[in-house]
């Protein structure tokens, strides 16, 4: 362990952030690295204790406190080995991940307030700073080494993976270091998922995925872009060719706004509005008649999650004239609740930096209608204040409103992988979500396994990488097995 008495002597200390006036101009990411003395500082605040529970929080299982240890003495090159053996793509969740690790940090027992600002506070100061960590980790062989580390044998067996997003391509990284031939199979023109086309630059910069995806492809692993398997090619051809097929798809169905006038123009889903930014940031085209954009515009958007928060921070970096965010939910408490214990996952009201750039937030307001304007776009909407009682949300009476909005953004979760086509094809099981069902990452369908998304349901990066890697164990483990029944048989 490090330092005895650390997290009493050492104040933690949050992560700092551009200033909102400068990051608002661009797409650059918001998030600023900490000094490497600093961090070795805050890795000194880890109590190593005995009974660790954030790498129990942490869906991948990293070795925390281990590499805390070894950062508090300036051992990064041993950190990333530590750190990379149970993570593939740690540039990427030391980004992007909300760190359920900390949450589960025995020093966030006692918990601050999560909304102090981004200061030094005194005293424990809650958890250990370990996404912190763990990107200056990543970034110090990001800027160092990242070689490809293709396998020394190669087994002969093919392997087919639908979907390039996180589970897609740690998935394929597994199974290539493993000796199999992997083929990446992507209906989107550029490989990534949701890391490319969801998530905004300025929480993600692409040039951070371009170089994992550089080194997936001097490990051996092919990506073809623009098949959309169930359409360009079938599932059961790709069955044919290869000798296991992993389905990670992820859960592109979005919740879809049942109310009068949703299908007016100007109302859309976030994914839509996303993805087009993330393009023009990549220098690429939107043609101008399907451009969504959102300046000079009252825009409103429904649901208060990730997504929402993403749709925030790009609509002001496009000048909207207003942005309000609308959750059907009532607004979280500021503190757990004594329901929701440590070392639970707190359900708390999130701030995220799209938050602190613009815009209102408003909890419990259900939308009823959309109306058109004097163009025939969306106009307004007619909202209602809503109110749990005894399990629903009931409205309240006379709180209807008329709110203007010319972009109406809807982030309202999303219900799970496209039904039809690919799933049917192939004849895969759905779990009662709709997800596809599976045991132990194997589906219904023989030698076809599913991860991430498509068979969790929305989630996490750090879940969907997670998911990748048992799945890719457990296809490996189904490919020996049958080189073995083959080898008995030719006996
Ligand atoms: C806007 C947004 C912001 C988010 N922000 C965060 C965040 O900050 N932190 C976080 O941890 N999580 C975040 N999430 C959730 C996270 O991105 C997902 O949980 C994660 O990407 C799921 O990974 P996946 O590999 O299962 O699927 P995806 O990332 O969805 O990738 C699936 C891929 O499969 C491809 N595909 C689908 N069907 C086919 C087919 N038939 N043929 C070929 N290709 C196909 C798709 O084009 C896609 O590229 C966010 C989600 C959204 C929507
Ligand atoms: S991946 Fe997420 S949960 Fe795991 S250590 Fe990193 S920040 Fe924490």
Redesign the pocket.
């Known amino acids: 362990m490090g330092k005895a008495r650390g997290f009493l002597e050492i104040r933690k200390h949050k992560n700092d952030y551009r200033p909102v006036a400068e990051r608002v101009r661009d797409f650059g990411e918001v998030e600023l690295p900490m000094a490497l003395a600093e961090l070795r500082d805050q890795a000194a605040r880890c109590m190593d204790c005995g009974v660790p529970f954030c790498h129990q929080g942490c869906p991948l299982g990293n070795l925390i406190p281990e590499w805390n240890d070894l950062v508090m003495q300036g051992r990064l090159a041993e950190a990333a080995r530590s750190l990379h053996s149970t993570n593939n793509f740690p540039e990427i969740?030391s980004r992007?991940?909300?760190a359920p690790c900390e949450a589960s940090c025995v020093l966030n027992l006692e918990a601050p307030d999560p909304h102090a600002p981004a200061q030094s506070v005194p005293g424990y100061g809650g958890p250990v700073s370990i996404k912190n960590v763990e990107r200056a980790i990543a970034d110090h062989v990001f800027a160092s080494d990242l070689a490809p580390r293709p396998a020394e044998h190669r087994s002969g067996r093919r392997v087919a993976i639908?979907?390039?997003?996180?589970?897609?391509?740690a998935a394929a990284q597994q199974l290539a270091r493993r000796g199999h031939e992997v083929t990446v199979?992507?209906?989107?023109d550029r490989?990534?998922?949701?890391?490319?086309?969801?998530?905004p630059d300025f929480?993600l910069d692409k040039g951070v995925l371009e170089r994992r995806i550089e080194q997936l492809r001097g490990e051996g692993v092919r990506i073809e872009t623009s098949?959309?398997?169930?359409?360009d090619v079938s599932p059961n051809e790709l069955r044919a060719r290869f000798d296991a097929l992993v389905l990670?798809?992820?859960?592109?169905r979005p919740r879809p706004l049942a109310v009068p006038g949703a299908d007016l123009p100007g109302v859309h889903y976030?994914?839509e509005f996303?993805t087009q930014q993330n393009r023009r940031v990549a220098g690429g085209e939107v043609p101008e008649a399907d451009a969504i954009l959102a300046t000079g515009k009252r825009v409103v958007v429904l649901g208060g999650g990730?997504?929402g928060s993403?749709c925030i921070g790009t609509a002001v970096r496009q000048g909207a004239a207003s942005v309000l965010s609308l959750e059907l939910l009532p607004r979280p408490p500021d503190r757990r609740a004594p329901n929701n214990p440590w070392p639970e996952w707190p359900l708390v009201l999130r701030t995220s930096s799209s938050h602190d750039e613009g815009g209102e937030r408003e909890f419990g307001v259900m939308t009823q209608r959309v109306l058109a304007g004097d163009d025939g776009r969306v106009g307004a909407i007619v909202t209602v204040r809503v109110t749990p009682k005894q399990g629903r949300l009931e409205e309240i009476a006379g709180s209807e409103r008329q709110l203007p909005c010319e972009l109406l953004l809807l982030a309202m979760g999303?219900l799970g992988p496209?039904q039809g086509?690919?799933l049917q094809q192939l004849g895969c099981v759905l779990d009662a979500r709709g997800n596809v069902a599976t045991k132990a990452g194997q589906t219904s369908v023989a030698g076809v396994f599913a991860?991430?998304?498509?068979a969790r349901g929305?989630?996490?990066?750090?879940?969907?990488i997670a998911?990748?890697r048992r799945v890719a164990d457990a296809a490996h483990a189904w490919l020996e097995q049958r080189r073995a029944s083959e080898t008995t048989a030719a006996e």
Do not use: H, W
Not at 227 to 231: A, L, R
Not at 248 to 252: F, K, L, N, T, V
Not at 458 to 464: G, I, N
């Open positions: 969740t992007v991940c909300p639908v979907g390039s997003g996180p589970a897609g391509l199979f992507e209906k989107a490989p990534g998922g949701l890391l490319r086309y969801g998530i929480k098949v959309n398997v169930g359409v990670a798809g992820g859960a592109e976030a994914m996303l990730d997504t993403d999303f496209v086509g690919l991860a991430g998304d498509m929305q989630s996490l990066v750090v879940s969907a998911e990748g």
